[in-house]
Every structure is written in structure tokens, then in C-alpha cells.
């Protein structure tokens, strides 16, 4: 019993020694010794070298003796750990002084400063982990002790909590729509391709937040708490339209009793504020309006800001060949098909490259080009001018149309319009690219002029059809006088029928549908944009069908039986248009933003056409198309779509904003009825719901005194950082000539005759000898011999530096030219190179 | 933790510092079951030969996936066991920064392994990416004006620094030398 309990006692004891050993060792040895200590001893390392040994095969005698000859070394190597520990603890003291824990304290935050730059540095796997573990053993160990139980507590807290945001990461990553379908995309057709796609997911983000804003600030408190349909008569369905209120017809057009809800600006009621809560619904509408351009705007700006951050400044052309070489081939390719087309683009890339390079351009007929040039412009110039046109005399005959009755006339009468701009969106851009065969440019070149044509195209129409809608709006608020005067006739009829009492009319109920109603010019508007998307989005997925699917049908299935090869000659499979549809979107988009402020349900019309959109092109994209044959880069394409979509947000925003500040709003609908302008709704709550003071400051604030000199003072500032950009970009420029110029001395330096050339070569060989032999490059060297050096910081990690200040290891050698002596300064460098 | 079977303790998730690191232990496990035990707690020594990386979808059609192999191994032939597989991945990554990318990406195109990617590598280079379909004066000529333009100290073949300095002001390095996985 006795024994037992003393053997029980020495187990203990020896456990406890064990662990403190494992400290210690880390502690006194460092990295070198772990390192081995890894490679070694690790008894469950020991029993998986065994068996792979077994595996690989021997006798059994030959695996008994290797067996105990391990044993032996295992026990041997315990009993040296052993002696050695109890000599250190002889040695040193029980508990740790303060300045040890201090010293300590500094090591481990040291370490942790250089663990949260891990992930940048070319550390291997297991360097990184070695250091995370030196910093967990440390924290273990200053964790002991009195007082420290607050560090210790601290220390896991900070550690649950990095793993809290490891996971929420994690998470995040998986949240993210659509990304095996774009990895799929990517991996087939390239990285040009799947841009579209990244871009339209993008787009969805953008619109489910401006959904969101609309949907929940506007739309559900009207409905859950604004007066019921059918209370008040901008809420019900006249008499005379309530027979074909729900034909499906009239809703298709946006009229019936999809005209008369939430989601078009006639139904909100101008009560200051709705329900229990007090909802100031006027002011929300309003709010939410400028919220959504504020919005995107910010947005917009925040990624151009950082691409252009990425992009690292702008064209450069001083390293074609070397980009060609190391950045053409896309490593997302994962389909034998593409890799085909990839490496016969980069093939043909680089044999057209040689060539110019070989060749001085000789433009054989230059006054020819320039003629055609200028003949294409003309052309294009009379196809924008003949679409505007077209589309201001459609838009003028459905005026006729509309003040005869629209009831006459049938579907393509009502819906001229948007089916011609439609038509026109479609085929403008191919006759663009007939003409711009004429005037022979290089493609990437080619294809800024074909988007900026297009651009001019898309928007001329749009403001062709803006000014139509405003010849519109004119004419309903012509017509509002007329009716504000019939209503009154109208209810002085209504009181005649009664009593006559002078002191208090009783109130007569009158069925809201039969109350005379006046002309909504805003939801006109609304309804308009969205019938313009509805036949815009149509239009595209049918020319998607049409296009795409029944020409891969008809080339897939005719080919048999056809005189010529379908599938290399004419109409042939077609590839992904991706600057068109990345066109079609934006201009989409801007659709939306110019109709939000008058339909509040067109940002969740856009996302539910997104959606829908995303699984369409994806799956017409993997059944319908080919990779592109001709793969060039639209330089700087990301940043060039953003800067799209900014202008496109600024000019979408004008006409709203146009009609918002200038246009009263009619009478008899809409939230702000009643008022003399939109904006007064402001006025009205800073003057009732805020103390009295704050509305003091701000008419303040609002003095023209006040606001015309910080106007200034922004310009100047952005004028100033104009400025100081500027000379950035000349400095940089500064720099890059005179890195140019250095080298440039260097070779005519190495050309000089004084030199014999033997000395050069000897000279020259000998220096590259030198550095051959030299075990340089330290960061290599920690890579291959993984556990070799230790968590040495004087690894320097690459990062872009000027080349001028170059480091040490990396001198050329002497300059041929240097006064002084060739022969020796040769033996210096060959000498301090190795010693490193 | 909740899970039936632990595949990492926390400590070691915790020191990975890789996104998805879980998906990427199912991938690599993929491509051996046999070999690849489920349970990581122990660190066990395990390494898988350089046809089952090779043979990965994502890599399979990559020219330049032997070097890729070689580079991210520990002992240079190209056989990963999972730390490097890890890191493989996390360095092609999305996330990783261009300095860390530019560097692999010298390492990858140093073929001889000499630090320095002088004009036989830069031939090997050409040829991968051509599939031997420029003649050899092209060839020499394109290396040539590859020299010319990023060289900048002149001894005939580029350093990491030359390197460097040439690809971070590429505009699509960081969008082509990347794999999604």
C-alpha cells in the first residue's frame, strides 16, 4: 500500500516536472532546440515512424532490433532530460522575480505584434503556428502567480473573442450568394466574364439596401398604419374605373388597383403623423427620397476610391512584354476548353506584340484612315440624331393618342414608347459596330469608342423621353386648375341637396370612389418608369432567348444538315457581350434611381429583375455561349464602369431633383398635397417637432451669409487637393525617368572601352559566382530548412521599397567606372557576400 | 465543442489563420481518404504525393502547377502535407496582400531555384505559356525585351526586388494569380 502510494506520489511528481520541463525548455533553449525537439521525440511521432518503417518492409528480426534500439535512445534521451533539469533547478529559483514576469510580459507582447502581421509575411505554415504557440505558453505561465488572475482573465476573454470573429468571418464568407455559380463562370469563360457577374451580385447588394429603406420606412407604415383603402378618396378607385379595376390588362399596365396602393406615390395620405407611434410620413417619404441617392452615391464613390487605390496609378506602357509573361495566364481557368483558348490568345497576343515591336508602324495611307474616321463619326453622329428624333415624334403621337383616349387604339399604340426605345437600345449598338469596322483601330481602342457611343445613344433617349414627360406633367397641372375649380361647383352642389344650417353643416358621407378627383402628375410619372423597366427587362430576356438559346439551338441541331459549317462559319455559337451588358445594367440602375422618389415600388421590382436576371445569364451563359477568342484587356475596366455609373447616378438624380424643387405637387395626392413645394416638409418639422432653438440655428445656418463662404471655402479645398494630387503624380513621373536614367548610365558605364574585357568578364562572373556560393537570401533559407533558424526578425519581409534605397545584400558590385581598385573591391564583395 | 468528431483542437484553429479552413481540410482530404486521418488533434505527419495535387480541378489545367507544387511544399518535390496545402491556398487567396503574392510569384517562376529568374527561366516561362508555339527567335527575342524592361540593376537577370517592383504596378496581377476555392 505503502508502494502504491508512493509510486502514485512519483507520478505525480513526475507529470508536474514534465510540464514545467516543456516551459522551461521553450523558454531557455528557444526555437532551435523546439525545433528539434519536434522532428524527434514526439513518442506519437515515435510510433508512426515505426509503423511506416514496418510498412515499408524488413524482417521481423530487423524490426525487433530497430524497435529496441529505439526504446534505448527514448530512455537514454529521458534520463539526459532529466539530469538536466534538475542541474536547472538547482540553478535557478522556485517563483519568477517581477523583472523576469516584466521581461517576459515585453516578449510576449513583442510577439504579438508580430503575429497580427502573420498573415503577411512568406512564412510557412509552421513557422506561423511555432510563434502563436510561443505566445500561448508565455500567457499560461504569466497567468500563475497572485495577482495575475485579472491578466489571465483578460488574456481569454481577448482570445474567445478572436475566435468569435474567426467564425463571424468564416460566416460571412459563407453568406455569400451565387459564389460557386460565379466560380463556375470563372473557371470556364475567365476572369472578364465572371466581372460581369461579380458586378451585377454587386448591384443586387446595392439595390436590396435601397429596397429595404423603401420597403420598411415607407411603404409598410402606411400600410399598417396610414388610413385603410378605401377610407379617403386618393385611397379608392373612382366609380367610373372600378368596373375594370381588376382586369388583368389594366393591372399589366400599372392601373386598377395596383395604381391606387403602396406603391405608387398617389395613395400616401399628407397627415403629418400616422398611428400610435406618430410616424411622420411626409417627412419619411422625403427622407427616404434623398436617403436612397445619399446612399448609392457614397457607395459609388467608396469603390472608385478603392480601385483606384488598387489600380496603383493609372496606364503604364514601360512593362508590356514583362506583364504579358507574368500576368496573362488567369490561374481561376479550371476547364480544359478555356485553357485551349487561353493559351492560343496569349500565343497570338504575343506574336502580334513582336511584331509591333519589330515593325516601325508605317500607315501607309494616312489621309485614308482619317478619312473614314471622320466618314464613321458622321454616321454615328446621324444615328444618334435619328433616334432622338424617332423617339420624340413617338413620344408625341401617344400624346395624341392619350388626349383621344387611350381606349381606342391598341397594344402598340399604348405601349410605343417603351417598345421603340427598347428597339432602339437594341439595335443602335450593332450598327455602331458595323460603321466602327471602318475606321480600323486597335480593338481595345475600338471598344471605348463603341461604349462611349452607346453611352451617348442611351443617354440622349433618356432625356428625349424626360422632356416628353414633362410636355406631360405640364399638361395635368393645366389640368388641375381646371378641376380644383369643378370641385368646388361640385360640393356646393352636394350641400345644396341638404338642410341648409348656418351654424354646423352635419357631415354628409359621401362614398369616397365618387368624389371628383384631380390629376396625380407624379404617379404618371411612376407609373411611366415602370412600365419603362418592365419592357426593358422583357426585352432583354428575350433577346437572351432569342439570341442566344435558338441560335446555339439552331446552329447545334442544323449543323447536320447544312452546306456550310455552322458552328465556324456564320452565325456560330456567340460569346458573352460583356461591356454591353454591364452598359444595360447601369443604365438600368439609373432608371430606378430616377423613379424611386415617384414609385417606391420600383427598387423592389429591380431586385426581383436582378434575382431573376443572376440565374438566367448564368445558365444562358454556360449552355449558349463560347469563350471569347480575342482576349485583350479593357484597361482599367473596373474603375472605368464605376465612373459610368457615377455620371449615370448624377444625371439620373437632375430630373428628380429638377421636379422636386420647382414643380408643385398636385392637390388631391401624394403626402405632400397641400403644400406650395415639396420641400416644405422640412420647414414644417423643424418649425413643430423641434425646440425652438434648434430652429433659430438652422435659419442661422441657412443664411445665404453663411452658406456662400463655406461654398467657397469647399472649392478652394477641393482645388487644393487637385493641386497637391497633381504634383504627386509629376513626382512620381520624376522618379520613374530617373530610375530610367540610372540604369541607363549603368549599361553605357559597362560599355566603356577603358575597360579590358577580360576584366569585365572576370568581373562580371565572378560576382555572380560569389553570390551563387553565398547562403543568401535569409527568407529562402528559413523556408527550406523549416525548423532550421529561429523566429529571427532580421527576416526581412518583401515589400515594395524604391529601388534606390536598396538593402545591403543586393549590391550590384562595384561600379566598372568606380575609382579605386577593381581587383580588390572584386575580392571584398565576393568575401563580405559570402560571410553573409 | 458540440461536434461529434473534432477534427482541430481550437488551439490549432486558432493558429491557422485561414479563412475556411474547415473546406479546405475536406479538399485535401478528398483527394486521399486513406491517407488523411479525420482527426488532427494529434498533428499527424501526413503527406500527399504530388499527382493527387496536380490531379485537383483547380490546378489540373494550370501550366505553371508543378512549380506551384514545388514552391508551397516543404520539401520541394511538389508532396504537401496539410499546412502547406493551407497555405497554398491562403496565398492565392483573395485575401492574401500583393507583396505576399508578388513574392510567391517569383518563387513560382524561378524555375533553376536560384533566387534569381534569369533568361532560362524566363525561356522555360514563355514556353509553358505558349505550349511551345513561338520559334526560338521570338522566344529569345521577348526574354530579351523582358530583360530590357525590368531589369534595373543590370547583371542580366531579375531579383525579387526587380520582380517586385515591375508586378505590383501590373492592373490585373491580383486578379489573375488568384484561385477560388
Redesign the interface.
Known sequence: MEEDKKWKERAKIRKRKRLKREEQQDQEEGGQKRGQRRGQSHP??EE?TEEEEARRGGGEEDRERRRRSRKIERTTRMKRRKRRQRRRKRQRKRTKSPEELERLKEAVDERKKLITT?????W???K??ES??FV?KYEGALGKGRGRKLYAYKVMMR?KW??FE?DL??FK??CIPWEMKI?EI??HFG?SVASYFIFLRWMYGINMILFSLTFGLVMVPEALMGRPYGSIPRKTVPREEQASAMDFAVLWDWGGYAKYSVLFYGYYNNQRAVGWLKFRMPLSYFLVGVGTVAYSYMVVIRTMARNAK????GD?T??????K????????????E??DNK?AS??TS??EA?VE??ESRKDDNIHLTRFLRVLANFLVLCCLAGSGYLIYFVVRRSQKFALEGLDNYGWWERNEVNMVMSLLGMFCPMLFDVISALENYHPRIALQWQLGRIFALFLGNLYTFIIALMDQINLKRAEEEIVKFNMTAWQANLYNGTIPENSTAPPITVDPADVPRGPCWETMVGQEFVRLIISDTMTTYITLLIGDFLRAVLVRFLNHCWCWDLEYGFPSYSEFDVSGNVLGLIFNQGMIWMGAFYAPCLPALNLLRLHVSMYLQCWAVMCCNVPQERVF?A??SNNFYMAMLLVILFLSTLPAIYTIVSIPPSFDCGPFSGKSRMFDVIQETLESDFPAWFGKVFSYASNPGLVLPFLLLMVLAIYYLHSTSKTYKHANLELKKK?QAV?EE??IF?SLPHLSSRGRHHF?KD??DSR?SST??P??QGY?N?RGSALSHSQI?????P?AP??HR?Q?GPLPGHPGQPASRKQDSSLSSRSR | MGNKQTIFTAQQLDAYQVSQEKLLFHRYRDLAPQLVPLDYTNQPDVRLPYELIGSMPELKDNPFRQRIAEVFSEDGEGNMTLDDFLDMFSVLSEMAPRDLKAYYAFKIYDFNNDDFICKSDLEKTLNKLTRNELTEDEVRMVCEKVMDEADLDNDGRLSLEDFQHMIVRAPDFLSTFHIRI
Open positions: 506519437e511521432m508512426k502573420l498573415r503577411g509575411k512568406p510557412p505554415m509552421r506561423k503556428l502563436q504557440l500561448e482570445k478572436m475566435k474567426r468571418e468564416n464568407t459563407a466560380k470563372e473557371s476572369s488598387e489600380d496603383g496609378g503604364d514601360s512593362f508590356n512584354f514583362s506583364w509573361i507574368f500576368t496573362s495566364w488567369d490561374y481561376l481557368i479550371g476547364n480544359p478555356t485553357a493559351f496569349i500565343t504575343f506574336k513582336i515591336e519589330q484587356k484597361s482599367g530610375l540604369s549603368l549599361i559597362m562580371s560576382s555572380r551563387h543568401s537570401h527568407v529562402v527550406r523549416g519581409p518583401p515589400s515594395t521599397r529601388p536598396r538593402v543586393y550590384p
